[in-house]
């Protein structure tokens, strides 16, 4: 999520009148710059697919500033407090400045909220946090009086020894849509958006019971080949009923060509450990700021 970035602001001058006027907004017609851009500054980059429905999806809005050449910042608000949901510099341009002036800009577009955080914005998030080895960028954060927060994690799976696929999970359908928005409205509403888009892209498994759905499983919903959320009906938690839409899910990445795949923001450890043998493979933590 976050280059290496340090130093002061070099191009940016207290005479200007607003750092938010002097990186323009962008819009969609930029995405496959940012996502060029994101390839160049970023270990893990999101596609430009993942981009496109993380900033710039109708009715969530997110103001992207910055020069897709060099550097840019994205940020939003979700819930009542303001989030940076990225930040990237391109390798040419570090060590100017640049990642400290953006992050100042994203500052003032959210300096009507009580607090900022870094990351960890579902449903449209790209990264959980900052990943605990981008040093630099947490000693900025730190130098701007962010504090950390928490921390949260992905895990991995290898997809060579998943357990066979289970019969009593299929791919969700067109006509399961509106059963699907019930369901997660009134046990899941937090992770109703991430379900919905999954199942219009056939991202989604399902299983039922007597009672409807009973559990549902996403992936390539935040980003591509990572898998989450997993989400069971609240009476049914605690009995393995997460099971077989997960390994059904993970068969399907695998049948696309993929080798493993992350567990996107992990809750509960033991149930990825005893079901796939997953093993915790990235920590993140989360920034927060005070205003």
């Not at 430009?48 to 809005?61: A, N, R, W």
């Not at 303001?82 to 800009?105: C, K």
């Not at 999970?169 to 046990?187: K, N, P, Q, V």
């Amino acid at each position: 999520m976050w280059p290496p970035v340090s130093g002061s602001p070099t191009q940016i001058t207290a005479a200007q009148p607003s750092l938010s006027t002097t990186f323009p907004v962008l819009g969609p017609e930029r995405l496959t710059d940012l996502a060029a851009l994101a390839r160049r500054a970023l270990r893990d980059p999101p596609t430009e697919h993942d981009l496109g429905v993380s900033l710039f999806t109708p009715g969530f809005p997110v103001t992207v500033r910055g020069d897709p050449t060099v550097g840019v910042v994205a940020s939003c608000e979700r819930n009542g407090a303001g989030h940076v949901r990225l930040l990237m510099v391109d390798p040419s341009a570090r060590r100017q400045g640049l990642g400290g002036a953006l992050l100042a800009a994203a500052e003032q577009d959210l300096a009507d909220f009580a607090t900022i955080t870094t990351g960890a914005d579902a449903p449209d998030y790209l990264f959980p946090g900052v990943e605990t080895d981008q040093i630099e960028m947490l000693c900025l954060l730190e130098r701007r009086r962010y504090e950390r927060a928490e921390a949260n994690f992905n895990m991995v799976v290898d997809l060579d020894r998943l357990p066979p696929e289970p019969a009593d999970a299929r791919l969700a359908a067109l006509a399961d849509r509106a059963e699907l928005e019930a369901w997660t409205a009134t046990h899941w509403p937090f992770w109703s958006t991430e379900v919905l888009r999954c199942a219009d892209r056939d991202r989604l498994m399902v299983s039922r019971d007597d009672d409807g759905v009973a559990a549902v499983c996403c992936w390539d919903g935040a980003r591509s080949g990572w898998v989450g959320p997993v989400a069971v009906r609240p009476a049914l938690l605690g009995q393995g009923r997460g099971r077989s839409v997960l390994i059904g899910a993970l068969h399907r990445l695998r049948a696309a060509g993929a080798t493993q795949a992350d567990i996107g923001w992990v809750g509960p450890i033991r149930p990825y450990v005893d079901t796939i043998g997953a093993r915790i493979h990235r920590v993140f933590f989360v920034y927060r700021k005070a205003l």
